[in-house]
């Protein structure tokens, strides 16, 4: 991923899922699907892969950071209604993460 081979690193982190489902590191192998989806320019695939995230695992510290990755993406898409309730989401299940005190600056600026 980090090397912009982006197909095979989602293939990688998608094998890893189907073969450790719940190890500790798919949180972030899910995460990283997400990313490599935003890398090759594909916001729908990716949106799906960052929901997923918070989904299945809402416990994990990549929980917020996928929601402000959505978040983000709704604002450039020109939703920002969508955007206010991702970001008031942020703040309301992890108010003690750093996205929260960010979220709540994007909120100011969204109008």
């Given amino acids: 991923l980090t090397r912009g081979a982006n197909n095979a690193a989602r293939s990688g982190f998608i094998d890893f899922l189907a073969q450790y489902p719940n190890n500790e590191l798919a949180p972030d192998a899910q995460y990283y699907i997400a990313q490599a989806f935003d890398q090759d ?13 918070v989904a299945k695992y809402p416990k994990s510290d ?7 990755k959505r978040a983000g993406a709704m604002v ?10 991702l970001y008031l989401q942020i703040i309301e299940k992890y108010p003690a993460s750093p996205e929260a005190e960010t979220a709540k600056d994007r909120l100011k600026t969204l109008k």
Avoid: M
Wanted: net charge positive; hydrophobic share 45%; charged share 35%.
């Fill in 76 to 85: 450039e898409a020109g939703k920002k209604d969508k955007a206010r309730v």
């Fill in 41 to 53: 320019g594909r916001k729908a695939e990716a949106d799906s892969a960052y929901a997923v995230v």
């Fill in 62 to 68: 990549r929980a917020p950071v996928a929601l402000f």
